[in-house]
């Protein structure tokens, strides 16, 4: 249940500062001579809010779950293991006429 309750406050703190964010740009809105919101207004402008609000919760969760469980560790080419193994046909030549000499 701890998850849950997390969860839930979570997506109430986002509420409030939906909520907020509305209010605060419908007043900006009538201090600039705007006309007052419609609901289609009022509607708009909390889904822009909210759903901003969320893809930055979510890509911030996704950055630092990357940089925890190590997927912003440098890649490695697996053909460049590939030929430390297995040399190139000239490179084994010169190994060859080393050996010999």
């Known amino acids: 249940m701890p998850g849950v309750r997390r969860l839930l406050l979570n997506l109430l703190i ?3 500062i939906t909520t907020a964010a509305v209010f605060g740009v419908a007043q900006l809105w009538r201090l600039i001579g705007g006309d007052s919101l419609t609901l289609h207004g009022w ?5 822009g809010v909210f759903f901003t609000v969320g893809m930055a919760w979510g890509l911030m969760g996704l950055a630092f779950r990357s940089s925890r469980d190590g997927f912003d560790q440098r890649a490695v080419d697996l053909s460049d293991l590939n030929i430390a193994r297995h040399p190139p046909a000239a490179d084994a030549e010169q190994t060859r006429d080393t050996a010999r000499s």
């Open 43 to 47: 509607i708009a402008v909390s889904l």
């Open 14 to 16: 986002v509420a409030v």
